[in-house]
């Protein structure tokens, strides 16, 4: 039967890895998801799984203890994984972010420090940008490092940190007097390690508790407590203060590839739970697959995981060449999410009253889709970035040149 979401040009080792996290996610995840999701539980035996697969370390390079895989690669993991809990995909997305930003900005004695140990799955990461009052606004951020001597000291209150209690290296940003004129110049990426679970895990820092959520659940989203918490210059990401926002950003960029993944593997199962119930369910004395109007949404829901799919591919692929992909990441973010969202709603409707019930998977999908909506940005963040970028390749030529 031939399948939705398929990748042309992928090498035989990619259609491996590709094959081998479906079929786990189809034999581990989906069958215990539902008891999981509900009981808001975290999913160790799963991510002993991952661990045990080398997902941990996909993307991070043989010479560091990684497979060296691709930004594709990893989005394809990421949509079979959100096929299976859209939350798994949570546990590994931001580790990834952090060790992607070691390799592209840290300093060789951080990447061999960090890096072997994150592709062992020994050390998870988190990254951490957002506070209570500033949403996408990252310039309003209030965290500050205050230069102590030979050392930092840093206070304030970060939010919506994903994996926050499993998590054991951290990557803060944070703001710092550099004495630049612009606020995006004095900001600075810390790197912090710490215990896992809850309470003070460190002098100075401490992790509440999980914030209770109406989806995403499983993964543990939490606060970042800093009070007079004390890092090392070698703890900047990069070993020079005020590059935070850049680095950051270049983080944002590859998570935006990584949401579009999530949202194209859940908007897959919503169809896949669809099309099946609808060939199963009667009405009127046949499949209510016969009914042209369920056929009707059927065919949007395909085509809508299908575009959303093939967007996702090419923002990865556009990053994979060395390319500035931040237009690419934001389309296929807004798209896939968006897409997301109403196949899922279709999915629901399709489903009926059964649909509201949590016997049904579906009813988990729809909880879970909204998070796509505001995740690594909100859409309307995506659209200002679309809209500049598009601007800025079809600027109007002076009429003195034209």
């Known amino acids: 039967m031939s399948r939705l979401a398929q990748t042309e040009g992928l090498t035989d080792v990619q259609r491996e890895i590709i094959a081998t996290v479906r079929e786990f996610a189809d034999r581990e995840i989906i069958p215990y ?11 160790q035996r799963i991510v002993d799984g991952m661990r045990e697969l080398g997902l941990f370390g996909l993307t991070i390079p043989e010479e560091y203890g990684g497979l060296g895989e691709s930004l594709l690669t ?4 990421v949509e079979e994984i959100s096929r299976g809990w859209m939350s798994i995909s949570g546990i590994v997305n931001t580790h990834f972010i952090v060790a992607h930003m070691l390799l592209q900005h840290g300093t060789e004695e951080q990447r061999r420090r960090h890096l072997p140990r994150m592709a062992s799955g020994e050390l998870r990461g988190a990254f951490s940008m957002s506070e209570p009052g500033c949403g996408s606004d990252v310039s309003a951020i209030k965290t500050r490092a205050a230069r102590e001597g030979e050392a930092y000291v840093i206070g304030g209150q970060k939010m919506w940190v994903t994996n926050g209690g499993t998590a054991t290296l951290v990557a803060v940003l944070v703001k710092t007097d550099e004495g630049a004129d612009s606020v995006y110049r004095n900001m600075t990426t810390f790197l912090v390690e710490k215990r896992q679970g809850f309470g003070e895990v460190e002098p100075g820092l401490t992790v509440p508790g999980k914030i209770e959520k109406m989806g995403y659940k499983g993964v543990d989203t939490t606060e970042l407590l800093f009070d007079g918490y004390r890092a090392s210059p070698d703890q900047i990401l990069g070993g020079t203060p005020g590059r935070g926002f850049y680095q950051m950003m270049d983080g944002v960029e590859v998570g935006r590839v990584n949401v579009a993944a999530r949202g194209c593997g859940l908007a897959l199962r919503a169809f896949e739970l669809a099309i099946r119930y609808a060939q199963q369910r009667e009405t009127f004395g046949k499949p209510i ?18 575009a959303a799919h093939q967007m996702m591919v090419m923002a990865a692929r556009k990053k994979d060449s060395g390319q500035r992909n931040d237009l690419e990441a934001g389309m296929a973010k807004y798209l896939a999410s968006e897409y997301c969202r109403d196949v899922v709603e279709d999915s629901f409707r399709i489903h009926g009253g059964y649909g509201f019930s949590k016997e049904y998977e579906i009813e988990r999908l729809y909880r879970e889709a909204p998070m796509l909506l505001i995740g690594e940005g909100t859409a309307d963040i995506q659209r200002m970035i679309i809209g500049r970028r598009v601007l800025e390749n079809y600027k109007l030529q002076s009429s003195v040149n034209r």
């Open 289 to 306: 697959a016969a009914h042209q109007a369920v056929q009707f949404r059927l065919a949007d829901m395909a085509t809508k995981v299908e």
């Open 74 to 77: 990893y989005a394809l993991v």
């Open 33 to 43: 998801a539902q008891e999981l999701e509900h009981a808001d539980e975290y999913p």
